[in-house]
């Protein structure tokens, strides 16, 4: 029994300290956004060591010892806690927004030394907490474990509202005939006294660096003070006069300002004192999180951020987003590969509407006609057409709530008229476009030569341009249409016929030769002739990798590119100087995808992979040194 | 519309691909009385097939792709804003929206007036340029001078450019031709070329020269009287 309860104790004990140390639960549970990265994951990645001597990390760390008159060696000496989670944050209030960082601290002390000597003796103690107020708007706040940065915004409209913003001392000037008088200086104290009454701000000693009258802080402490003029400047144009309208405005912004800094400052108490209801009371917020994933984002639903933004007469548009809910996304970044993961909730209509849509599968003929080895890159995508034509009103119809019934009317109108089951015949939803290669073609252009008198005459002269072959196909099961499209066209001389082949040459309307086949269900329409001649002789020889199979028959989007194969088809000598740094950096780039494979449960998902090249240690490692690449390349 | 954004993604992969520049031709044929002809020709032939490929596209790296319509009648309106000036007439136009190439040709009193005519269209395209030519005609010395001083506007106005605009110039050529009824017996320009019957002078140069004030267009023309 005794041992039960040691473990018992020792499971609590060590629960308690991942819980300390781990900040998502200082995240109000009504935060709209969250983005949190694991510094322990990431330094693993590329080790504090190689940081602090890399290019990047010497910048940094020089740039934190001019600022500050210190010796900075290392990114260690900041204090931060590497081996934990940083947390950014945003929460909207109908008054103020902010946005928010969680950062764990190793040494407080080392953190502090960051400031220099000016900034360092604002820094004002309350009780466990040290507070920095860097302007009206940025706030500091600091204990043993973490620092909290919190910057605030006014909602403007807030104080739109003359009720409101006489509770708080503030004038609209637009009514004033005479903007300013001297009662102004005696508003401030009264809106700091009763900011102080209404949001019962606690005791603290943060001091004001805004030239308020003394009195004015003495009286009140802790109210961050009126930020200095340059913040309100930012709003306004600098006039060459200050008018008395534009003293008056500037003074109204001080106040709004410095309201805002009571708000701040109180808030942030409550966040670093308090045990307040979490995020991660929030179920669509804890799908997000994967321990494996080095960063991760959430926002809240859709619906909720787009109506929070609305100006309340446009309320009755309201709906627009409605059946989004929350969107999630994780980085993940190992030796071989960095993954970026998405997903957006639907509700039921929703994802009813989108599970119709997304089932289908790509055609398996389009298959053998990938080559692989040599494709520079591919998209594809599958809907299904007749379900989604059938959905769309549907999906309008929730959009639009005000509107619905006149939507559903219009609906059923267009469904009336449409045939959508002849229309899925003709195309039926799925395609595959490939580039497949780079080819130089011949391109003719009209230029003058001059003669011994310097007179002018046209002529016509040749050169080589560097063109993409596209080779596009999609299903059809019924080609009448498209054939007889394709017979008008030669009709009219714009389309030629040979060999059961279409084409169409290049002209100011079509910058490329088209070449039209329809074979098997399947519409194919390519720039190469020779490709669109061997498809239809079936001499073409696709070479299509397991890989590429799997991404695209397990999925209803795809895309996908390889570098190596663009920069040994890319004609450098065309390219001017910058030929060789791009071909450089593509060949030493992996491949990249892109997939969606719809809907899961109640979520529509994508994802992102971007291949390791075999020469790099890890993901992050690899990006680092393309980053270096395109900068050199600028 | 998705299928669009397909279209509009490959038209961008290959626009990349294609080449981009243009020549510009200045040609003045001057008569011994100081009456006389002007044309510009832009021709955009060599680029033709990206111009072709953008002009599918509705806009490129921010800027409004105008249609064929669009440009005609800016021409138009430019044509008809020649016309109404004092000196300037026989305005005529040309737009080949297949090799992407237009002119515009005119008569002129006295070559001075093309200098009014410059500046008004500066103004009418809202184009802040110190740095125009301006031209004169001495009919007693018969003596034609074109006066041309770099001003560094232009090159800070260039360099306000983002990179890949900046591209559309750098291998764009500037022609100037100068005809003359009589023969030329000294010009000050050591970049421009005599013809060979002496009535007709020709400089050709590269427009980010121009811009960057590596190159000058000025010149004295002294003619036989």
Known sequence: ?634 | MFKNKLFVILLLTISVFFTSCFEVIEEITMGKDGTGSMILTVNFSQSKNRIAAIMLMDSIHGYKVPGKQEIQQEIDKTVAQLSRMPGISNVKSTADFTNFVADIRFSFKDVSDVNHLAKALLEQYKVKSTNIPTYNYNKEEARFTRDYSYSNDVKVQFNQLKNRDKEIFSAAAYISILRFETTITSYSNKLARISKNQQAIIQRLAIPDLINGQANISNQVQLSK
Request: charged share 25%; net charge negative; hydrophobic share 35%.
């Open chain 1, 1 to 634: 029994m005794r041992r039960v309860l040691q473990l018992l104790t020792l499971s609590l004990f060590t629960g308690y300290t991942a819980v300390a140390q781990d900040l998502a639960h200082k995240i109000p549970e009504k935060a709209l956004a969250v983005a949190s990265i694991k510094s322990d994951q990431l330094f693993q990645l590329f080790s504090i060591g190689e940081f602090d001597t890399s290019a990047l990390g010497k910048l940094l760390l020089d740039g934190v010892s001019k600022r500050t008159g210190g010796d900075y060696k290392g990114i260690e000496d900041a204090g931060i806690n590497l081996s934990s989670t940083i947390y950014y944050y945003y929460q909207k209030t109908d008054s103020i927004n902010y946005n928010c960082l969680l950062i764990p601290l190793s040494d407080p002390r080392k953190f502090e030394k960051l400031f220099n000597d000016t900034t360092r003796a604002k820094i004002k103690q309350q009780g466990e907490i040290r507070v920095l107020a860097t302007s009206g708007k940025n706030l500091f706040m600091w204990n043993n474990e973490m620092l909290y940065v919190a910057h605030g915004s006014v909602n403007t409209y807030f104080f739109h509202d003359s009720l409101t913003a006489s509770r708080y001392g503030i004038r609209d000037l637009s009514y004033i005939d005479n903007p300013y008088d001297e009662t102004v200086s005696d508003a401030i104290i009264d809106t700091v006294e009763s900011a102080d009454a209404t949001i019962d701000m606690p005791e603290t000693t943060v001091e004001t660096e805004a030239p308020v009258a003394e009195a004015v802080t003495e009286e009140v402490p802790g109210i961050p003070a009126v930020p200095e003029a340059p913040e309100s400047e930012e709003t306004m144009p600098t006039p060459v006069v200050e008018t008395e309208y534009t003293r008056a405005y500037k003074e109204q912004e001080a106040l709004k300002d410095s309201v805002a800094a009571a708000w701040m400052a109180t808030y942030s108490l409550d966040i670093l004192n308090k045990s307040n209801p979490s995020i991660l009371n929030n179920p669509a917020y804890l799908r997000s999180l994967d321990k494996n994933a080095l960063g991760s984002f959430w926002m809240a639903d859709l619906q909720r951020i787009y109506s929070g933004y609305l100006p309340y007469n446009f309320l009755k548009y309201g709906n627009m987003l409605k059946g989004y809910g929350s969107v999630n996304a994780r980085l993940y970044m190992d030796k071989e590969h960095m993954r970026i993961t998405g997903e957006m909730a639907l509700d039921e209509d929703k994802a009813d509407a989108y599970r119709k849509i997304y089932d289908k599968k790509l055609n398996k003929k389009f298959l053998k006609y990938i080559k692989s080895d040599s494709l520079i890159g591919f998209m594809s995508y599958a809907f299904d057409t007749e379900s989604y034509l059938k959905e769309l009103p549907k999906i309008f119809s929730q959009t639009y709530g005000t509107f619905s019934e006149e939507i559903d009317l219009g609906g059923d109108l267009i469904s009336l008229l449409l045939d959508e089951k002849a229309i899925a015949k003709v195309v039926k939803g799925d395609a595959l476009i490939l580039m497949t290669n780079l080819t130089p073609r011949e391109s003719t252009y009209q230029t003058y030569v001059y003669d011994e008198n310097y007179e002018r005459r046209d002529t016509t002269q040749t050169k080589m341009e560097t063109l993409p072959d596209i080779l596009c196909m999609f299903s059809s099961d019924d080609t009448h249409l498209i054939e007889k499209l394709l017979k008008y066209g030669i009709s009219k001389h714009k389309v030629l016929f040979a060999n059961n082949i279409y084409s169409l040459y290049h002209s100011t309307k079509n910058p490329f030769n088209l070449h039209i086949l329809l074979k098997d269900g399947i519409v194919f329409m390519g720039t190469s002739l020779t490709d669109i001649e061997q498809i239809n002789a079936g001499t073409y020889k696709g070479n299509l990798n397991k890989q590429q199979k799997e991404l695209l028959l397990k999925n209803n989007m795809t895309m996908f590119f390889s570098p190596k194969n663009l920069r040994d088809k890319m004609p450098v000598a065309e390219m001017g100087n910058k030929g060789e740094t791009i071909s450089k950096l593509l060949g030493n780039s992996g491949n990249v995808y892109l997939k969606s494979s719809g809907i899961k449960g109640n979520y529509i998902s994508a994802e992102l992979i971007a291949d390791v090249p075999n020469n790099q240690e890890n993901a992050l490692k690899y990006f680092i040194s393309l980053f270096n690449d395109a900068t050199k390349a600028r």
